[in-house]
């Protein structure tokens, strides 16, 4: 079992619709966790960045933490075709970025 | 601001033969990634350098993988021979030292390097 999953989709949902992404992971030590995303053939670029447990909103974006139960999730809101990438979830023990672990990503797909 | 500049961004080689990849990461961060990403599969770390030094390659196959950053700034991934396995995407990222004021934990990732090893 790996330590962070999630599932690789692809999701498709309408234009203006509201996407819920998530990750499980297995390590209690992770205290920082982060959204990246990734456009098709490019690099992942950081989205959201959070620490322990809670809610942070940026925008259309709000990344949530439930460290009880091992579980974050990403809900973008009015979605758009330009939101259409990969979403990988990261996590780390310390915020110095240097240990991240990545799960696999999801692939969303918003149709016009 | 430059990002992160890989080269080459493509890569086609029959097995067993030797491929390099190139990176230049921003100005002044000290740390450099490299990553390997599978299709359909998050990055995983090869290697860490802080300036010039390999502070963690736990992850990197030494019976056929190699990097050096003999500057402190470029750095060179080198496959020797290559593998059908190998075929992937081979990121390189960037950041400020960790531990340090400027550090905020995040990567900056180049476009990567495509290989198919056919």
């Known amino acids: 079992q790996k330590e962070v999953e999630q599932d690789p989709g692809p999701l498709s949902v309408p234009e203006g619709a509201i996407v819920s992404l998530n990750c499980t992971y297995s390590n209690s030590a992770f205290q920082y966790f982060m959204w990246y995303r990734q456009y098709s053939r490019k690099g992942p670029e950081l989205l959201m960045y959070?620490?322990?447990?809670g809610n942070k909103e940026d925008g259309r974006f709000t990344a949530q933490v439930d460290k009880s139960s091992k579980y974050i999730s990403l809900f973008i809101r009015d979605s758009q075709p330009s939101d259409s990438a990969t979403y990988l979830c990261?996590?780390?023990?310390?915020?110095?970025?240097?240990?991240?672990?990545f799960g696999g990503g999801t692939r969303l797909m918003v149709k016009p | 601001e430059a990002g992160v500049v890989q080269s080459p961004r493509y890569k086609i080689i029959e097995k067993k033969q030797p491929v390099a990849f190139w990176c230049n990461p921003i100005?002044?961060?000290?740390?450099l990634y490299w990553y390997l990403q599978n299709l359909g599969q998050g990055p995983e770390l090869l290697i860490r350098?802080?300036?010039?030094?390999?502070?963690?390659d736990s992850q990197l196959p030494k019976d056929r993988f190699s990097a050096e950053r003999l500057k402190g700034v470029d750095s060179t991934l080198k496959i020797q021979p290559a593998e059908l396995g190998d075929s992937a995407v081979y990121l390189c990222?960037?950041?400020?030292?960790?531990?340090?004021?400027?550090?905020?934990?995040?990567?900056?990732f180049g476009e990567g390097s495509r290989l198919t090893v056919l």
């Open positions: 959070t620490y322990s447990s």
């Open positions: 990222a960037s950041s400020h030292t960790p531990g340090q004021g400027r550090n905020t934990g995040e990567l900056f």
């Open positions: 990261a996590m780390s023990f310390n915020n110095a970025g240097n240990m991240l672990t």
């Open positions: 350098y802080e300036n010039e030094e390999a502070v963690d």
């Open positions: 100005s002044g961060h000290n740390t």
